[in-house]
C-alpha cells in the first residue's frame, strides 16, 4: 500500500503562485494515476487534476485549466501541482490521491487506493 504525504501549502496574496508535492513511500507512484483533490470549508470534495501512470496527459477540473498543471516524478516518487494566477475560491485543503484503475475512475474520488492527510492552501484577495 502506498502512502502519500503532502507540503508546499500556505498563505499567498491573489495572483500569486504555489507549487504542492505529494510523497509516496512504501510503493513505487508507477503503479498509480496520481491526483489531486481539494475542500473548501463546508463544501464537498471536488477532483482538481489528475495524470496517468507515465505522464504527462492529465486531466482538470474545468476551473483550473490554464492557471494549474499537475506533473510526476516516478524516479523520486513524487507528484507536482503548480497552481499560477491564484484566486480566493483556490481556498481549500489539498489532498494527493492514488489510483490503480485510471484518471476517469479517480476523478469521481470514490474507492481510491491512497490519500494524503492533507495541506492548507490559503489565497487572500
Known amino acids: 500500500q502506498v502512502q502519500l504525504v503532502e507540503s508546499g501549502g500556505g498563505l499567498v496574496q491573489a495572483g500569486g503562485s504555489l507549487r504542492l508535492s505529494c510523497a509516496a513511500s512504501?510503493?513505487?507512484?508507477?503503479?498509480?494515476?496520481m491526483g489531486w483533490f481539494r475542500q473548501a470549508a463546508g463544501k464537498e470534495r471536488e477532483f482538481v487534476a489528475a495524470?496517468?501512470?507515465?505522464?504527462?496527459?492529465?486531466d482538470y477540473v474545468d476551473s483550473v485549466k490554464g492557471r494549474f498543471t499537475i506533473s510526476r516524478d516516478n524516479a523520486l516518487d513524487t507528484v507536482y501541482l503548480q497552481m499560477n494566477s491564484l484566486k480566493p475560491e483556490d481556498t481549500a485543503v489539498y489532498y494527493c490521491a492514488a489510483d490503480r484503475i485510471s484518471t476517469q475512475h479517480m476523478r469521481a474520488g470514490r474507492a481510491l487506493d491512497a490519500w494524503g492527510q492533507g495541506t492548507l492552501v490559503t489565497v487572500s484577495s
Open positions: 512504501g510503493r513505487t507512484i508507477s503503479d498509480y494515476a
Open positions: 495524470i496517468i501512470r507515465g505522464g504527462p496527459i492529465a
